[in-house]
């Protein structure tokens, strides 16, 4: 059986990431996925998708869909739709930044809004990134965990720079939103960095038909197919919306089929 079939059999979870912007999202999301780490920023602008199979104790396979939306996006018109239906979200900030702590309580509502109509709510964790820089640190991990308590939230400081917890992170999310318990040797496991599947977007994937639709003036060809991916999934959920429906499990799905993503072994 292909990785391709293999994994279409496999439960999907969509994972939405959020915080404001160069708190590290995408850096988190292109370390788990990809297993690399850039130290240039880059806004992300809209939204970026990755796509990883995970094993949890008990031979169970999930992919995860993992929505990287660009830190700007807070009070955008899309924002609720991107999120709606999620089965787990990443709250992140960075530890060296205040500000991006403080401000987790508009995400955490929009969070609880976009999904107020779903009948599922997404287990959400609180993320603490860059902790590679622990000497700048300027929020204290008390007021992390009393955030966490609070609300309820799963808990995990990472470091998307050095891979620590990455792994652990998502491993942790998609156990609680299935229902498995990790026990301490698979959490200690999941600490060291795992190497898994690692997906690449085809070429030749329709949306390079959105690409064409953007101003291309003076952006280069990976931000146009950025750009295309964005207004490509905008279309899909608008569509939706025009007929009355929230986006659902299946749209996701597609969306990530059409998107031409596929796994390739490391
Ligand atoms: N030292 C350190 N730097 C990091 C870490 N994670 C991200 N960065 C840096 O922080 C900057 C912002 O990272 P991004 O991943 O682009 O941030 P983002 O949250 O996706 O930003 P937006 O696209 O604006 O939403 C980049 O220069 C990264 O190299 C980390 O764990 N440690």
Redesign the pocket.
């Known amino acids: 059986m292909s990785d391709c079939e293999e994994e279409s059999q496999d439960r999907q979870l969509k994972i939405v990431v959020i915080?404001d912007?160069?708190?590290?999202?995408?850096?988190?999301a292109t370390r788990f996925a990809q297993e690399a780490?850039?130290?240039?920023?880059?806004?992300?602008i809209g939204l970026d998708f990755f796509l990883k199979r995970i094993s949890l104790p008990g031979n169970v396979n999930v992919t995860l869909q993992v929505w990287?939306i660009?830190?700007?996006s807070l009070g955008g018109k899309m924002l609720d739709k991107y999120v709606y239906g999620a089965h787990g979200v990443l709250l992140?900030y960075d530890i060296t930044n205040y500000q991006s702590f403080e401000n987790l309580e508009d995400w955490f509502t929009m969070v609880k809004k976009a999904n107020e109509e779903s009948d599922v709510q997404p287990v959400i964790s609180l993320v603490g990134?860059?902790i590679?820089?622990e000497h700048l640190r300027t929020v204290k991990s008390d007021k992390h965990q009393r955030f966490c308590q609070e609300n309820g939230l799963l808990s995990q400081f990472v470091?998307?720079?050095t891979g620590d917890s990455i792994h652990l992170v998502f491993q942790k999310l998609a156990a609680e939103i299935i229902g498995i318990k990790l026990n301490k040797a698979e959490i200690e496991q999941s600490q060291r960095v795992v190497k898994a599947d690692i997906v690449n977007y085809s070429q030749d994937s329709p949306l390079e038909g959105f690409s064409s639709m953007c101003d291309d003036s003076g952006i280069s060809s990976q931000d146009k197919l950025v750009r295309g991916k964005r207004l490509w999934v905008e279309f899909v959920l608008s569509k939706e919306t025009e007929q009355g429906q929230q986006p659902h499990d299946d749209s996701h799905t597609s969306i990530f089929h059409l998107l031409g993503a596929k796994s390739s072994a490391s």
């Open positions: 915080g912007g160069a708190c590290g999202k995408t850096s988190l780490f850039g130290k240039q920023y880059k806004q992300t990287d660009g830190g700007q992140v990134n860059k590679d820089l470091s998307a720079k």
